[in-house]
Antibody, heavy 121, light 109 residues
Framework: QVQLVQSGAEVKKPGASVKVSCKAS????????MHWVRQAPGQGLEWMGI????????SYAQKFQGRVTMTRDTSTSTVYMELSSLRSEDTAVYYC??????????????WGQGTLVTVSS | SYELTQPPSVSVSPGQTARITCSGD??????AYWYQQKSGQAPVLVIY???KRPSGIPERFSGSSSGTMATLTISGAQVEDEADYYC????????????FGGGTKLTVL
């Protein structure tokens, strides 16, 4: 069965960076795109970007361009999301989510448990 | 940037039909997807490619799309359907950038 296990909660100061990991199992890692989605407390879902674990290509939401970097390690079936220049508005639960199918436009379907990132001075 | 617009809230009595809409300029060319999210849980996909239902999703959930509007319909809504619902799609830029609607709180009581 598909499993996505994310790294633990983080507390960061404004201006710092955070790197969240997402280890995949139960399927062929390089065959499915991985999305990153975040949700601020009491707010809606926000799509951040997508990575192709096969070649490493990425596409980011315009809002996060220049501040987010998504990478992968095929040897450990793990994807990473790094967000820099953190501000209080970045406090949120960050999810990785495997795509429904193998096509680039396929939506998130299998979700990790979420990682709470708190930005506070 | 591309936006999907949903009503903030919808309220129905148990057994009634709930309809949640999602509007976006690219929906005539792009599929709509629908997610259910209950408090403290990760989202669950309930409709994909406008109108298809993943395995395990009850038949009372259905979807449709016409022009710039997609609709999620819950026929005979039950108390356990009370949740936040989000539509999702991609923009028409060719980069497949995703976007979620703002979410709709469905109240069943």
């Amino acid at each position: 069965q598909v499993q996505l296990v994310q790294s633990g909660a983080e507390v960061k100061k404004p201006g710092a960076s955070v790197k969240v990991s997402c280890k995949a199992s139960g399927y062929t890692f390089t065959s499915y795109y991985m999305h990153w989605v975040r949700q601020a407390p009491g707010q809606g879902l926000e799509w951040m970007g997508i990575i192709n674990p096969s070649g490493g290509s990425t596409s980011y939401a315009q809002k996060f361009q220049g501040r987010v970097t998504m990478t992968r390690d095929t040897s450990t079936s793990t994807v990473y999301m790094e967000l820099s220049s953190l501000r209080s508005e970045d406090t949120a639960v960050y999810y990785c989510a495997r795509a429904l199918g193998s096509l680039y436009g396929d939506p998130p379907h299998y979700w990790g448990q979420g990682t709470l990132v708190t930005v506070s001075s | 940037s591309y936006e999907l617009t949903q009503p903030p809230s919808v309220s129905v009595s148990p057994g009634q039909t709930a309809r949640i809409t999602c509007s976006g300029d690219a929906l005539p060319k792009k599929y709509a997807y629908w997610y259910q999210q209950k408090s403290g849980q990760a989202p669950v996909l309930v409709i994909y490619e406008d109108s298809k239902r993943p395995s395990g999703i009850p038949e009372r959930f259905s979807g449709s799309s016409s022009g710039t509007m997609a609709t999620l319909t819950i026929s005979g809504a039950q108390v356990e359907d009370e949740a936040d619902y989000y539509c999702y799609s991609t923009d028409s830029s060719g980069n497949h950038r995703g976007v979620f609607g703002g979410g709709t709180k469905l109240t069943v009581l």
